[in-house]
């Protein structure tokens, strides 16, 4: 694998920590707006996240998986390490799901809300 360097990886890994801490943000407005599905949904989304990489960190499959922009084994890394890159794998894929939401002007990307089963575009994370 090409080495992208320390100061192209240390880039990439605080726009993945910027992008998280935009949908903790959000997470905070549901939390405030008392909008029960979009805090359910981010929690679900993140402890998913986190553990599937816990799970990929614990794997003989991924064991040699190196995450791009720190260049290290995910299978080296501590549970702290693993929550922040959990949170960088938040940030960004809540930004794409939301980029993709924000360009489809169909119903196609609408899926049921996690708690009340109704499907009403926007309601997931």
Known sequence: MTDIGPQVGGALA?????????????????????????????????????????????????????????????????????????LGAYGVGGFLFDRTKARDDSQSAAQPSLLNGTVKRGDNV
């Not at 805090?39 to 064991?63: G, I, K, P, R």
């Open 14 to 86: 605080l726009v993945a920590l910027a992008l998280a801490a935009s949908q903790v943000f959000g997470l905070v407005k549901y939390a405030l707006a008392k909008d029960a599905n979009g805090v359910v949904s981010n929690v679900v989304y993140f402890v998913a996240t986190f553990a599937l990489l816990l799970l990929a960190a614990n794997s003989s499959w991924t064991e040699n998986l190196v995450i791009p922009a720190i260049g290290v084994q995910l299978a080296t890394l501590d549970i702290g390490s693993l929550v922040i890159v959990s």
